[in-house]
Structure formats: structure tokens, C-alpha cells
């Protein structure tokens, strides 16, 4: 066992905690690298009256999607998303879902937490809502991440995890999506678009991470 790594041992107290005594400018500078996961950004879509916009996947393990500022052309919009198996020319693919939310209003006068049946899926090839009814007030906008994992399994279900806020007039809801693509076929494109009008505005970000 080397010098760095019998002095790191050393450090640690009976509960496997590094001693506050041992975190010095010595034994910071013997760390030559920190390794973990990396994450690439694949490709990027900014919204302009879109009525949809599409990604192709690949083999990433995992892919991380940003939205940032989505904004929609009608009121009480929903944001939502299908996955595909056939390189986009059906959006249908079965998904099993949970779906709750938070919201608080402005004035302080309502607050909720719930789960809502309403907007979750079983086995059900029908698009996948994140979120409540997005306003279209010049300031309303939605902003959120998704988590899909391993699409392009051919052994595995796909599991997926959004979480988002979204503003409506006078409102501020938090929503929280988890459920599962049900097929073992690769899942290779996936899109996102409302339930009414287009994206008027936003972008969305694709990362892969190794």
C-alpha cells in the first residue's frame, strides 16, 4: 500500500469519515485526477412557432433533456413527449406512468400536493403530459429536466424521470413524471411538443452521458 494511500486510510475515523485534521493543502495536492461520469452535449433545438421537435438517439447509457424558457402560442398549454422505435415515423410507444405536483399561488391564498390519476398512463401508447396547463402570458414559461436511461436496449424496459416548474397566471407548479417505456425494443427518436398550437418559444438541450 503506497505513501497517499496508507496516509488516506490513516485519516479515517472508526465510522469511515476523512478527520477534518487530514483535509490539507499536502494531501490535496497528491489528488491528480477525479473521475465520473461525462456528460456531451449531443444537439440543441430552439423553438420558433414549432409544432414539434424531434431527437434521434444513439447508444448513450443515459440522456439528460433540458427545457429552458418553452413557452407556448395558446393558454393552459400542456408540454408533452413519445418515444419512438422506428426512427420517428410513429410516436406511439407503451409507457406505464406516475404523475404528482405541487403548486402555491401568488397571493398565498392556495397551495396543494397531490397525485393526479388524471394524468398518468398504463400501458398506454398516448403522449406523456409534464405539466399542469402552461400559461401564455408574454412571462409564462416552463423549464424542467428529463432523465431517459439505456434507450437503445434491446433487453430492458426504458425508465425515464422528468421534474419541472411551470408558471401560469398566478401560479407556480412543480411536477414530478417517472414511468417506464414497456418495450425491449431501442427506443432511437423521441419528441416533444403541446397538446394545443406549438412551442412558440424555448429551447431543449440534449446531452448524452457516459
Known sequence: MGTITRSFVNGLTTNGVLGASNINNASLNNITSISGPEMTLISSATASSSASIEFSLGNYKEYKFFFVNIHPSVNYAYFQFNGSTDSGSNYNVTKTTTFFETEHAESDAGTNLSYRTDLDLAQSTAVQKFNLGLGNNNDDNLNGELTLFNPSSTTYVKHFMYC??????????????AGYMNTTSAVNAI?????SGNIDAGKILMFGVN
Do not use: K
Open 191 to 195: 419528441r416533444f411538443q403541446m397538446n
Open 164 to 177: 419541472g416548474n411551470e408558471s401560469y397566471p398566478d401560479y407556480t407548479t412543480q411536477c414530478f413524471v
